[in-house]
């Protein structure tokens, strides 16, 4: 006789059906019940990860405003300045300086005399200058001179552009006169789109107010800017959600806050926090995330365990469904020999719970190394975080001390130009000035590039395109390497195709790349000629920069355009990492070779041309 007969084998099957079907719905309730709970916790920890960044990006913002009055400050305390000559060549030409320096930043620096009347306005190209403008009327000219503090406007909207100033008054040291002020203009929008969407309101974005609620750069809606937000226009695009509007209070009164709410466009999650500008709030950022972003990392995470979990029950049904087919199988093989292959079977019996019984004990550990794997992902990404962080962090730090001293020392340097002792003394700090100028702009670069690093590798470097002519930016930046070349045996000529070749690109990237490629190519030529060729190629502009130095040493060409590839004492060899991550999103290409002649290099990069039609119009409106 068969050992199961028809009746109890269908009554084995159903049974083991059945427990399968039970496992599985004890094994989703349970799973729904930990997803929830997991949910929940994930939800938390993205809530405290965005709160560290809003703080984070605030005080990255207040650096930077610092950094502004610091150089506001500097200049206030020149010797020039001092002097009471608010519009001599020498005056013009340390402003003009200082707004070459923080033009990505500001867009215009200007100076006003004790009778509130313009007489220096640097301004970008084709801007108006206004000078001999009486600003006597101006609500922060009026404040600056009353309480002689460095004043924050409110901000209000000139040329279609809602901009904000910043002023700080020119004061005798001596005397204690009012000689005049100093000011700049910064586009409000455009200031805060450095570090964050301000655009796109189905994506993150950030909200920047005055100290009187109103909205300063908003990414919700271009129509809110210079809107108050407790205003009808503000409360109404809002539906007059007070959840939002008790948040926005508490932040407008000193305090970080955080809030999750609807007010008719989706769930939000926003985080606020004040900007200090030395030890008081001057502005005050919110950060806005749509929490079906949040939710969607959460689903990736909770969909990927809750595969590698199914797979593993599965693959155990599965191996169980097969053992099953296999002893039916085989029991109706054995029919009339069961008897005598009794022993056989129960030998076989005890194998297969042993095998059972390893394959337990393998599914435990399997568990045990997924929990600890998993563990051990969390703290490597928590610790790459932290590492970012703290180098973000310590760099906008490296980077606040850096000015003024630079600022000083060249106040201090352009003293001892104008003295006319030429004792020996003065010949030794004139030097040690030098040295000091020389070393600060050396940080005042690492820093830069410390901080361009972190953007490239967080994904956050902003492109900020237009269309210009690349002649014009290379024949300026070949002048600039002209003006720093003090080694008469070192000759840099150039050689361009054309006149006009227009790209589409952020000017001050490539100028930055084009500045890092001819430092490096002077810095290791000693003697000989530096040659750069511009050209146009298969509908892409291509810059070539030949030097005749020292070459590229075998051992760093592999990795020539990795961080800190680099042998010399000089550099920290971030410069050509960072230009080849500018060239390859522009979708350009960056590449370098050993000169034929066994002497020097050559430093490439390709740029693509603004299409064919396009440029017949730019053209036709330069032949005009």
Same mark, same amino acid.
């Given at each position: 006789? +068969? ?25 989703? *309730? ?41 150089? %506001?400050?500097? /200049?206030? +305390?020149?010797?020039?300045? &001092? ?11 340390l ?14 620096l ?21 000078? @001999? ?28 552009? *809602? ?9 005798n ?35 920047? *107010? ?16 210079? &809107? ?10 809002? +539906?007059?959600?007070?959840?939002l ?27 606020g ?5 030395n ?32 797979? %593993? ?21 054995l ?9 056989? /079977?129960?030998?076989s ?36 975080? !932290? &590492? ?32 006319? +002792? ?9 030097? /040690? ?40 930016? !290379? ?8 003006? &720093? ?10 050689? $361009?195709?054309?006149?006009?070749i $227009? ?7 490539i ?16 003697? @000989? ?39 010399? $004492?000089?550099g920290?060899?971030?410069?050509l ?22 002497? @020097? ?16 119009n ?7």
């Open positions: 006789m +068969n050992l199961l007969s028809g009746r109890i084998k269908e009554i084995v099957i159903i049974s083991i059906i059945l427990i399968v079907i039970l496992s599985y719905g004890l094994f989703f *309730y349970l799973q729904r019940i930990t997803e929830s709970n997991i949910r929940g916790s994930l939800f938390e920890q993205e809530q405290m990860q965005q709160i560290r960044s809003t703080q984070a990006i605030s005080e990255h913002i207040g650096s930077d405003l610092s950094l502004v009055i610091n150089m %506001l400050d500097g /200049l206030a +305390n020149s010797i020039y300045l &001092q002097q009471g000559d608010l519009s001599n060549y020498e005056t013009k030409q402003i003009e300086e200082k707004f070459t320096q923080f033009n990505t930043t500001i867009n215009r200007f100076v006003l005399d004790k009778d509130d009347v313009v007489t220096i306005s640097l301004a970008p190209k084709r801007s108006d200058i206004f000078v @001999g403008a009486d600003y006597s009327f101006r609500g922060w000219v009026k404040e600056t001179r009353k309480n002689l503090i460095p004043v924050f406007s409110d901000g209000f909207e000139r040329q279609n552009v *809602y901009r904000i100033f910043i002023t700080y008054p020119i004061i040291r001596t005397s204690g006169e009012y000689i005049g002020l100093l000011g700049t203009s910064i586009p409000a929008v455009e200031f805060f789109a450095h570090y964050g969407n301000v655009d796109n309101i189905n994506s993150q974005f950030l909200v920047a *107010y005055n100290k009187n609620a109103t909205m300063l750069a908003v990414g919700a809606s271009k129509e809110l800017i210079g &809107q108050n937000f407790f205003g009808s226009v503000a409360q109404k695009f809002i +539906n007059h959600n007070e959840i509007n008790n948040a926005t209070r508490r932040l407008l009164s000193g305090n970080s806050d955080y809030a999750v709410y609807d007010y008719g466009k989706g769930e939000r999650l926003t985080t926090y004040p900007i200090f500008v030890g008081e709030p001057k502005y005050f950022l919110q950060i806005v995330t749509p929490t079906s972003q949040i939710y969607s990392h959460i689903s990736d995470v909770l969909f990927t365990d809750r595969i590698k979990m199914f797979s %593993l029950i599965a693959g155990t049904t599965a191996a169980i469904a097969i053992l099953i087919i296999f002893l039916i199988k085989w029991n109706s093989t029919g009339n020999e069961v008897k005598r292959r009794t022993g056989e /079977l129960n030998v019996n005890q194998k297969l719970y042993s095998k059972t019984a390893e394959l337990k004990g393998t599914n435990e550990s399997l568990i045990e190394s997924n929990k600890k794997l998993e563990s051990a992902n969390k703290q490597l990404e928590s610790h790459d975080k !932290m &590492q970012k962080d703290f180098i973000n962090v310590a760099a906008h730090e490296l980077r606040t001390p850096i000015q003024p001293i630079l600022g000083l020392a060249q106040v201090l340097r352009s003293r001892r130009d104008k003295d006319n +002792n030429n004792s020996k003394e003065m010949a030794e700090e004139v030097y /040690l000035l030098d040295v000091m100028i020389r070393n600060a702009r050396r940080l005042q670069r690492l820093a830069e590039d410390i901080l361009d690093v972190t953007k490239i590798e967080s994904h956050s470097l902003i492109l900020r395109k237009e269309r210009f002519n690349l002649i014009d930016l !290379m024949s300026e930046v070949i002048q600039d390497i002209r003006n &720093q070349i003090n080694n008469g045996k070192v000759k840099l000529i150039h050689q $361009f195709d054309k006149d006009f $227009f790209v589409e690109a952020d000017r001050s990237r100028s930055q790349v084009v500045y890092n490629l001819l430092s490096n190519s002077l810095k290791f030529t000693e003697e @000989g000629t530096i040659s750069v060729v511009v050209e146009e190629k298969d509908s892409h502009a291509t810059i070539s920069i030949k030097d005749a130095g020292t070459g590229i040493d075998s051992e760093i060409f592999p990795r020539l355009f990795s961080k800190f590839a680099s042998k010399s $004492f000089e920290t060899g971030l410069g990492f960072i230009s080849k991550s500018i060239i390859e999103d522009h979708g350009g290409k960056i590449w370098a070779e050993n000169n034929v002649d066994g002497k @020097g290099a050559t430093f490439s990069f390709s740029l693509p041309l603004i299409e064919e039609e396009e440029l017949k730019i053209y036709r409106m330069f032949d005009r």
